[in-house]
């Protein structure tokens, strides 16, 4: 997949957290039981997650959040379990990470959110928000990687440090 052994352990990291992990965290939605997609309280997509265009998943987001189920008013889906909001923009209307990245609306119907793109995001993700995942976890912003993910709540040893400690990565 073409990423740095660095690259693949703040992946498998927040994958792991996050509770979405192996080829099925790809397809996992809020609610969903560990390793078992479309098993949410939200109800299940109209196909798999890795399988929607981004036009798809947006919609399918916007379904999730009003869902008068969804008592977490949160769209998180996939691997990285990202909101409509981080990917499309504030309520999907643009300025969001896939704008970052330089993907445009008009290529949303051909772009499919599939575990490579799935991946990609995650670590422009974090590079934007808490650091370079190949450089030094000295230098991660902590207070930012438990805002992105917030399973992740690291306790590093000394309480009052804000940094990440190395021995996580």
């Known amino acids: 997949s073409g990423e740095s052994p660095r690259e693949k352990a703040v992946l498998d ?13 790809y397809d996992m939605i809020l609610g969903d039981s560990p ?12 196909k798999p997650i890795s399988q929607m265009t981004l036009n798809e998943l947006k919609d399918w987001q916007t379904k999730m959040l009003n869902n008068p189920n969804n008592k977490w008013n949160s769209s998180a889906v996939g691997s990285g379990q990202f909101v409509r909001d ?9 300025g969001g990470l896939l704008d ?12 499919k959110f599939d575990a490579q793109l799935q991946r990609k ?9 808490v650091g370079d995942p190949n450089g030094d976890p ?9 805002k992105q993910w917030q399973s992740i709540q690291f306790h590093p040893v000394d309480r009052k440090s804000t940094r990440l400690n190395s021995s996580h990565v």
């Open 13 to 25: 990291l927040i994958s792991k957290r996050e509770g979405v992990s192996g080829d099925a965290g």
């Open 35 to 46: 390793g078992k997609p479309g098993t949410s309280i939200l109800g299940k997509p109209p």
């Open 86 to 94: 981080t990917l499309f923009g504030r309520g999907g209307k643009g």
């Open 100 to 111: 970052k990245m330089g993907i445009k609306p008009e290529d949303y119907d051909k772009i």
């Open 121 to 129: 995001v995650t670590l422009e993700n974090f590079r934007q928000n």
């Open 138 to 146: 000295s230098s991660w912003n902590f207070k930012h990687l438990g």
